[in-house]
């Protein structure tokens, strides 16, 4: 599946947003991938998840487990797991920070691919993966749906995205007029009080 499908799909489900939009890292962006209204139809994850799946054993063998964060990694973390016929868990924030919890652990050294559904700094990766390493896994790749950021994203380990795009995100203070002109959306979890 190339990145022109996988846009297609994010089409078909109405999930290519426009408008002003600030991104978990805190940038802002004009667009917005609504992974969800893609994820919600099991069909269209499923074509997604198995494309990813063989993309990431091409890339490194055989893996393990798969883990994701919550919130947005958990639907495409499990599916994918199911075509890789390995466990699927999920860490979430605990005071802010990653953890793994709900009785989920793993076993020293075994081989993790870190699954999430979008990259766009690649920090939320990285808290993850981090999260990973410290309950004592061996992360041998991290993976996603959709890396915006044109394959600049640094996640410490190698990405293997189903699609990259390159899409612009700005800082705060240095919006350009016509995106500071829209009334900013907040979507997703980073930012939700208790
Ligand atoms: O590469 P990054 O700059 O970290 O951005 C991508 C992250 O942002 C979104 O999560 P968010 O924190 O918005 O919460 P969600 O998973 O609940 O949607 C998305 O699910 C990724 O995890
Ligand atoms: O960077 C993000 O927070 C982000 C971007 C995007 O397009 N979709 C999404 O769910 N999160
Ligand atoms: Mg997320």
Same mark, same amino acid.
């Given at each position: 599946m190339q990145t022109e499908d996988v846009l297609a799909e994010f089409r078909d489900a109405g999930a290519l947003r426009e408008g002003h939009f600030v991104l978990s890292s805190g940038l802002h962006s004009p667009v917005f991938l609504q992974k969800n209204l893609v994820?919600?139809?099991? @069909?269209?994850?499923?074509?997604?998840?198995?494309?990813?799946? =063989?993309? $990431?054993? +091409?890339?490194?063998?055989?893996?393990?487990?798969?883990?994701?964060?919550?919130?947005?990694?958990?639907?495409?973390?499990?599916?994918?797991?199911?075509?890789?016929?390995?466990?699927?868990?999920?860490?979430?924030?605990?005071?802010?920070?990653?953890?793994?919890?709900?009785?989920?652990?793993?076993?020293?050294?075994?081989?993790?691919?870190?699954? @999430?559904?979008?990259?766009?700094?690649?920090?939320?990766?990285? =808290?993850? $993966?981090? +999260?990973?390493k410290a309950a004592g896994g061996d992360v041998v790749a991290a993976a996603c749906i959709v890396d915006r950021s044109g394959g600049r994203a640094d996640v410490g380990v190698p990405l293997v995205a189903l699609a990259t795009l390159d899409v612009p995100a700005y800082p705060a203070d240095a919006l350009p007029p016509e995106l500071a002109a829209v009334p900013v959306e907040d979507p997703g979890s980073r930012r939700l009080s208790k």
């Open positions: 994820f919600m139809d099991t @069909e269209r994850c499923a074509r997604l998840c198995k494309a990813l799946a =063989e993309k $990431i054993v +091409a890339a490194v063998g055989p893996v393990d487990v798969a883990i994701s964060p919550a919130v947005g990694g958990i639907i495409p973390g499990y599916e994918t797991a199911r075509w890789l016929k390995v466990p699927s868990m999920y860490v979430e924030r605990e005071g802010g920070e990653f953890k793994l919890r709900r009785g989920f652990s793993v076993e020293p050294g075994q081989k993790v691919v870190m699954v @999430e559904d979008i990259v766009t700094t690649g920090l939320s990766s990285r =808290e993850c $993966i981090a +999260a990973i």
